[in-house]
């Protein structure tokens, strides 16, 4: 095995709780999103573009999903002789096993992962993002700089800096200051969630923690505030595009919603760096005489016989004649009858809607919430849902039967 | 496990296709917004878990071997049997003149012989269509029958029929005739050129007609033959698009407009896989009006769009108009342009205002690449 500059770990074993319905089933990363990607494919396409070859993937929470979307990492071009992508669940040792603690504790369980490849840098990553960025400026500006670590950090607006993970740099980009969620944030500068470390100081600091009875094992909580106490050259990468964490119902709805549009932020369409994802076989999708368009995203295989608007459709959607679909998220599969109208919706894979029925919250004040709906239902003809629902197999009567 | 080898053999006429076949074989011509028409065959194939294809090139086959490359996305990349891709050995033929396509099976019959099934499929690939050949493997055997040919009713009256075969069948199946089609209309029973026979047999037939000097498979290995061995017909019921020149070729891409034909030719009895290109999924601006269509991903549609095919990565700008048209791959179709029965090959770009118009019994054809 020669020696590799950079490994990339991606950390996926989150549960992701905050987004409800869509994480009840299957890990964070495995959420789909815009139309045809899972979160995951943004990190792992990034990394192919960035050429890194070598990803290890930690899972934990709900895997089956993730750990067969990822196969073998062919979809990523990530199937290689002398790398590729490794899915990294934990495992039993002599002196029994545990579930990853912590961030840095998954790592540091994964250190004789890494020391086969004997880099010279780890790349963290997190499952968590909708974004694309070249990892490997980040990589030479953290070789310049000869850092022990790089976190690359994005500017937030100041009301929300408290809601992330805050740096105070000086003026050549070293970290002076790391402050997770403070209440009064003395700047800007939030932490991506993306860390570049010296492999050899990393480890270190993970065995140190690892001893440590008090620590949470948590990268942003433990390891680099004692990075920060030890003085160890550490800096910030500042990132400048389209980055969105999709941690909430709320957000993942805006992030599909912000590829609306004639000139997004995040544009898809960019054959230097596209975003590469599993390609289901699936012709073109086909409207009716009778089908309106209007600010959408359709996939391959929709059949559209009614109105949809400023939403996004998955592979093999069904929207029958009369039917409304306005500023909701349908997931393939999902079969829309006639008239049926769905308003600021995510509707699950494979769910049907029966004729007539409607799918929307009450306005109040103005504000409208997002419905969401599970996978593998079957709502009964001119039902009104005003509020999310999920359905819990076998004897659950919103549920699809076995067929 | 099926006992099943294919072997698409590229020996059609493409001369018929006119600009569309330029550079390429008939067997890569692009259809139906995504695919190539080797995709049906080579999809049905591998639907029907025969996982030994031999494909036997010609000429041309840039275009072909690009699309294929290892076969992985139609699962066929495999360690034991998957995907052999066979152009021919001129040298092997006498005069060293190449005269037709038994001359390239002869020259590849080594693969032939290594080959472990018992059964072999022979079809082309201007056929598109749907179908179970395990189905017709059994009805083969069934009949006990030499050879089985594929046919279909072809409504000859409004569709290409012209240099087909025309079987002539006994009540109960048998083929008692094969001849070229005459210029009479209705409903015929076609041949769609695909035949199953034993593996053995096909080795027979190729080395007697490389001894007589005889040098096309159809017309000479299965024709000559019809009296001497027990070929029988089999119908196949369902949607077989025949592509054998520029207006079927236009013809059979506006009938997948119709969804029922959608529905069938792509989720049948199985899918039908091409090269994968990660393009993004087809995005819609303001309010589009696009109608009775079908839209590949990778689109960008902000004119309007009827009784059309757009293919991956088309870009349809504002106040643009496409009627009765086929856009293939990275067109890029200007603001105010019109268009109407028309086919672009790939990476056409037409400037703005620009207005083009074919009928719709002769499309206008744009060459690849070209900028109006």
Redesign the interface.
């Known amino acids: 095995m020669h020696k590799k500059a950079c490994v990339a770990m991606l950390l996926a074993g989150g549960q992701g709780s905050r987004l409800g319905i869509l994480t009840q089933k299957l890990a964070k990363p495995a959420v789909p999103f815009g139309g045809k990607y899972r979160i995951i494919d943004f990190p792992l396409s990034n990394c192919n573009n960035s050429g890194i070859d070598t990803v290890g993937v930690l899972t934990q929470y709900k895997p089956l999903a993730l750990n067969s979307y990822i196969g073998i990492g062919s979809a990523w071009d990530l199937d290689r002789m002398n790398g590729g992508v490794f899915v990294l669940p934990p495992y039993v040792k002599e002196q029994g096993g545990e579930w990853y603690k912590g961030t840095a504790d998954a790592i540091c369980q994964n250190s004789n992962f890494i020391d086969r490849f004997n880099p010279e840098t780890v790349l963290i990553l997190s499952g968590d993002h909708i974004y694309k960025m070249d990892y490997s400026l980040m990589l030479e500006f953290h070789q310049k700089q000869q850092a022990d670590a790089t976190i690359a950090v994005i500017e937030v607006p100041l009301d929300e800096a408290s809601r992330f993970g805050i740096m105070n740099t000086d003026n050549e980009q070293r970290i002076i200051d790391f402050e997770e969620k403070p209440a009064e944030p003395k700047s800007n500068l939030a932490s991506m969630g993306i860390y570049i470390f010296s492999w050899p100081v990393l480890k270190k600091y993970l065995f140190e923690d690892e001893l440590n009875q008090d620590s949470t094992h948590d990268f942003g909580h433990d390891i680099i505030p004692k990075m920060l106490a030890d003085k160890r050259n550490l800096r910030a990468y500042s990132f400048r595009g389209y980055w969105k964490d999709v941690g909430t119902v709320e957000s993942y709805w805006q992030a599909n919603m912000d590829l609306l549009g004639e000139k997004p932020e995040l544009n898809l369409y960019d054959s230097k760096w596209r975003i590469y994802s599993s390609n289901p076989p699936r012709p073109p999708h086909y409207t009716s005489t009778t089908a309106k368009i209007t600010n959408s995203i359709i996939a391959e295989g929709c059949l559209i016989l009614g109105e949809v608007e400023n939403s996004v459709l998955f592979p093999d959607v069904y929207v029958g004649p009369g039917a409304k679909v306005k500023n909701s998220i349908i997931m393939s599969g999902a079969h829309i009858e006639d008239h049926v109208v769905t308003d600021k919706a995510i509707i699950g894979r494979k769910t049907v809607l029966k004729q007539g029925t409607v799918v929307a919250a009450k306005k109040l004040d103005g504000q409208q919430k997002i419905v969401v709906l599970d996978i593998d239902m079957i709502i009964p003809p001119h039902t009104t849902i005003e509020a999310s629902l999920s359905c819990s197999p076998p004897e659950d009567a919103l549920c699809k039967r076995e067929e | 496990m099926i006992d099943l080898m294919g072997i698409i053999n590229l020996n059609e006429a493409e001369e018929h296709l006119g600009e569309l076949s330029r550079s390429r074989s008939l067997a890569s011509i692009p259809f139906?917004?995504?695919y190539r028409l080797i995709d049906f065959v080579l999809?049905n194939m591998v639907n029907s878990e025969i996982s030994n294809v031999g494909i036997f090139i010609q000429h041309k086959y840039r275009s072909l071997v690009d699309h294929l490359r290892s076969g992985?996305d139609w699962d066929l990349a495999r360690k034991r049997d998957g995907l052999f891709v066979l152009p021919p050995a001129y040298t092997r033929t006498p005069m060293q003149v190449h005269r037709g396509d038994v001359e390239n099976l002869y020259s590849n019959l080594d693969y032939i012989y290594q080959s472990r099934q018992k059964y072999v499929i022979i079809a082309g690939a201007n056929i598109v269509s749907n179908m179970d050949y395990r189905v017709i493997l059994e009805y083969h055997k069934n009949t006990e029958a030499d050879i089985t040919v594929l046919y279909t009713k072809a409504n000859c009256g409004t569709h290409d029929c012209v240099r087909s075969n025309i079987l002539g069948l006994s009540p109960e199946g048998r083929v008692l005739t094969i001849s070229e089609f005459k210029d009479t209309g209705g409903y015929q029973n076609m041949s769609i050129d695909m035949f199953i026979m034993k593996k053995d047999l096909l080795i027979d037939l190729v080395n007697q007609c490389i001894a007589r000097g005889d040098y096309d498979f159809v017309k000479h290995c299965i024709i000559k033959n019809v009296k001497k061995l027990k070929v029988y017909g089999y119908h196949h019921p369902g949607y077989a698009a025949r592509i054998s020149s520029l207006q079927s070729y236009f013809q059979h891409s506006m009938e997948l407009?119709n969804?029922h034909i959608?529905k069938e030719?792509?989720f049948k009895s199985g899918?039908?896989?091409?090269k994968?290109?990660?393009?993004?999924?087809?995005?819609?601006?303001?309010?589009?009006?696009?109608?009775?269509?079908?839209?590949?991903?990778?689109c960008?549609v902000e004119g309007k769009v009827e009784n059309s095919?757009?293919?991956r990565g088309v870009k349809v700008l504002k106040g643009a108009y496409i009627k009765n048209s086929v856009i293939m791959q990275k067109g890029n179709i200007g603001p105010g342009v019109i268009l109407e029965n028309v086919i672009c090959d790939k990476d056409v770009h037409i400037t703005a205002n620009k207005q083009l118009k074919g009928e719709y019994s002769y499309p206008l054809v744009i060459k690849k690449g070209r900028v109006i």
């Open positions: 139906a917004g995504r999809s992985k407009l969804p959608w030719l792509f899918l039908i896989y091409t994968v290109k990660d393009e993004a999924p087809a995005k819609y601006i303001h309010e589009t009006e696009v109608t009775n269509s079908l839209i590949a991903s990778g960008y095919i757009l293919f």
